[in-house]
């Protein structure tokens, strides 16, 4: 029953920001590592960061300085606050787990959420 469920998305003008939640059940998210990815249609699975079961977080550079990952582990629950948000950041929005007891984030992940739409446009 180990379940990841992205909410949060929507409609946001360029510059503007936006917060989405991934919410775990079935498994106690501080002993996992969270990676956050986005697809746009036609285009390849990309990564936007990750937070290790250290609460350390890494970040790709197109979106270093505008976007950060939290976790609240009383509600399971790990945030993508995206600030300064521009049209190329429009893309599906995925959380991944996998239980990794290291400083550092995993090169792979066995959990994904069905993803939450993020669209950036005026």
């Known amino acids: 029953q180990v379940q990841l469920v992205e909410s949060g998305g929507g409609l946001v003008q360029p510059g503007g920001s936006l917060r989405l939640s991934c919410a775990a059940s079935g498994f106690t998210l501080e002993n996992y590592a969270i990676g956050w990815f986005r697809q746009a249609p036609g285009k390849e699975r990309e990564g936007v960061g990750c937070?290790?079961?250290?609460?350390?977080?890494y970040y790709r550079d197109p979106v270093k300085g505008r976007f950060t990952i939290s976790r609240d582990n009383a509600k399971n629950t790990v945030y993508l606050q995206m600030n300064s948000l521009k049209p190329e950041d429009t893309a599906v929005y995925y959380c991944?787990?996998?239980?990794?007891?290291?400083?550092?984030?995993?090169?792979?992940?066995?959990?994904w959420g069905q993803g939450t739409q993020v669209t950036v446009s005026s």
């Open positions: 937070i290790s079961s250290s609460d350390i977080t």
């Open positions: 991944s787990a996998k239980m990794y007891n290291d400083k550092y984030c995993p090169s792979a992940y066995r959990y």
